[in-house]
């Protein structure tokens, strides 16, 4: 008899990674998820073309880009989140026109986003994003985004369950940051530790 | 590996996943190693009480059994098994109810948080929980029990480990 072909190994229940991980924000958890986390590195690679090409050659390979981005749905909406979605974005403490125009009362605070044709400054990106997961010995496994910036949300409730945000945060390289500062090097790392 | 044939204490190797016996003495030494938060464990509730499939003769109240259905799947091979964990907290006379709830939120706690992988693997995160309703006559009116299922996925060295 023969056993089954398969890819496990006796490392496997070290290596599995296992649930949906965390996002954080600098020392701070980004919020609650719904579903998992999806980290998608944006590689393109080029292979050099030349007449009489049949096939993709190897050492021909040059990386042309690498455009990193962690998506996912975030289940609530603090005022931190929403600095953290919307790059810029103003608040302003107290009571507010347009929410005085309703006849609501009390404190208020109103965010206005980013005027469009402003340059970004530097306080307006996210530091340290890190998708961390959990990995079968009970360590963990991340993908690091040293800066970056969310570029693109959508908002959906529905009845009789929490709200839906929709966000994908995309790698910026800080080329100030030593490590990041070719333009070439990647705008994020994949990270092994112990303990987060 | 050599399969348990008799359990007596300590007999078993644990954790272990290399036999159902010892997946069962696993998950029991886990529950019973749990605190909680708050310091609480299950044996301030129900000692060490906890059984496999049925309490034994004119049992001390209150008590937890375990029962496992096991499912794997062709799509891994049989390697990766999916089981329900089937938990009864029993009580006797009917003020013992927060008594065994509680001690459900203990388990709540402790096999939903669940990721062992000193021999093979087994994670619990999610379950179903039921109040069983007053029993009538002629069943015993003064017991009272909770039931709660826990979804686990293993990996099982007793199943991964074929030849």
């Known amino acids: 008899m023969t056993a089954p072909l398969t890819g496990f190994s006796t490392t496997f229940p070290d290596d599995v990674v296992i649930d949906s991980g965390v996002l954080y924000a600098g020392a701070n958890k980004f919020g609650a998820f719904a579903g998992g986390l999806k980290f998608d590195p944006g590689l393109t690679y080029r292979n050099i073309d030349f007449d009489g090409k049949r096939s993709p050659v190897k050492l021909l390979d040059r990386k042309m880009t690498q455009m990193p981005k962690i998506s996912g749905t975030v289940i609530q909406l603090s005022t931190t989140n929403v600095t953290q979605i919307e790059p810029g974005a103003d608040g302003a403490t107290g009571s507010v026109a347009i929410l005085a125009a309703g006849g609501w009362s009390g404190a208020s605070v109103s965010y206005a986003p980013q005027r469009a044709g402003n340059l970004l400054v530097a306080g307006d990106y996210l530091t340290d994003v890190r998708a961390i997961w959990l990995r079968g010995n009970g360590k963990f496994v991340q993908v690091f985004l040293k800066s970056a910036l969310c570029t693109k949300y959508d908002i959906t409730s529905q009845d009789g369950a929490e709200i839906a945000i929709a966000i994908e945060i995309e790698a910026r390289l800080d080329t100030s940051v030593t490590g990041y500062t070719n333009v070439g090097d990647a705008p994020y790392r994949i990270e092994y530790l112990d303990a987060v | ?163």
């Not at chain 2, 644990?14 to 003495?25: E, F, K, N, W």
């Not at chain 2, 994670?123 to 015993?140: E, K, M, N």
């Open chain 2, 1 to 163: 590996m050599t399969l348990p044939k008799y359990v007596v204490p300590s007999s078993l190797t644990l954790p272990s996943t290399a036999s159902t016996t010892q997946i069962y003495g696993t998950l029991r030494k886990h529950l019973i190693d749990y605190v909680s938060p708050s310091t609480d464990t299950l044996a301030g509730f129900v000692g060490t009480r906890i059984w496999v499939r049925a309490a034994p003769a004119d049992p001390v109240f209150p008590y937890l059994t375990l029962r496992l259905d096991r499912t794997s799947l062709p799509a891994y091979n049989g390697y990766r098994e999916t089981a329900i964990l089937e938990v009864q907290g029993v009580g006797k006379p009917d003020s013992q109810l927060p008594l065994v709830e509680s001690a459900m939120d203990i388990v709540d706690q402790a096999m939903t948080s669940l990721t062992a992988r000193s021999s093979g693997l087994i994670v619990g995160r999610g379950r179903t929980r039921q109040t069983v309703p007053q029993l009538t006559d002629p069943a015993d009116s003064s017991v009272v029990a909770v039931v709660a299922n826990y979804e686990l996925y293993l990996w099982p060295v007793v199943l991964t480990s074929r030849a």
